[in-house]
């Protein structure tokens, strides 16, 4: 069945680093765009990230841009996020998505939480 | 503060209809297309509604989706205490500072 798991959530330093990765299973991961979608505790949904199939085009919310790096490997159906420069509001669980213009397949989350 | 403006909370009785209004501008919901996700307590969203009004494979027509303008809706029908989660609408934007936004999220409680 389709699926995406997260991982590489932890606790980190302010100023550290971490890599997210998502492990894609049950489509044809290059044929599809993905995102990734954060959400701090207690708060909203915030979108992050976004890659099309062929890297070609990446898109980061403002408060991101410089910090994070969205990348991609189909051969190896995996999605990563690249997280720099970490802050205290970075503290939440991140989504990875398909993304088809709507995010319709999501996976459980993986935390991150930078003190 | 989110750039998609949805009440923090609705509440209805089992049975009853509620509606979940999301609020943009042209350079979001009034050229694109509108979303809408359910998150239930300590789970990941789900998509609900896409495309404005389409309802993906396994959705009950109980839920429903429209748009008119800058500002798009969510309906719920027949409502079930399984229906208490969060809502949340979302859908690109032109501007310069995002390309995708989400509005705050809407707080369903089945009385």
């Known amino acids: 069945q389709v699926q995406l798991v997260e991982s590489g959530g932890g606790l980190v330093k302010p100023g550290g680093s971490l890599r997210l990765s998502c492990a894609v299973s049950?489509?044809?991961?290059?044929?599809?765009?993905m995102s990734w979608i954060r959400q701090a505790p207690g708060k909203g949904l915030e979108w992050v990230s976004y890659?099309?199939?062929?890297?070609?085009?990446?898109y980061y919310t403002d408060s991101v841009k410089g910090r994070f790096t969205i990348s991609r490997d189909n051969a190896k159906n995996s999605l990563y996020l690249q997280m720099n420069s970490l802050r205290a509001e970075d503290t939440a669980v991140y989504y990875c998505?398909?993304?088809?213009?709507?995010?319709?397949?999501w996976g459980q989350g993986t935390t991150v939480t930078v003190s | 503060q989110s750039v998609l403006t949805q009440p923090p909370s609705v509440s209805a009785a089992p049975g009853q209809k509620v509606t979940i209004s999301c609020s943009g501008s042209s350079s979001n919901i009034g050229n694109n297309y509108v979303s809408w996700y359910q998150q239930l307590p300590g789970t990941a969203p789900k998509l609900l509604i896409y495309?404005?009004?389409k309802r993906p494979s396994g959705i009950p027509d109980r839920f429903s989706g429209s748009k008119s303008g800058t500002s798009a809706t969510l309906g719920i029908t027949g409502l079930q205490t399984g229906d208490e989660a969060d809502y949340y609408c979302?859908?690109?934007?032109?501007?310069?500072?995002?390309?995708?936004?989400f509005g705050g999220g809407t707080k369903l409680t089945v009385l």
């Open positions: 495309d404005n009004n």
């Open positions: 049950g489509f044809t991961f290059s044929d599809y765009y």
């Open positions: 979302g859908t690109w934007d032109s501007s310069l500072s995002s390309a995708k936004v």
């Open positions: 890659i099309s199939s062929s890297s070609s085009t990446i």
């Open positions: 998505a398909r993304d088809r213009g709507h995010m319709d397949v």
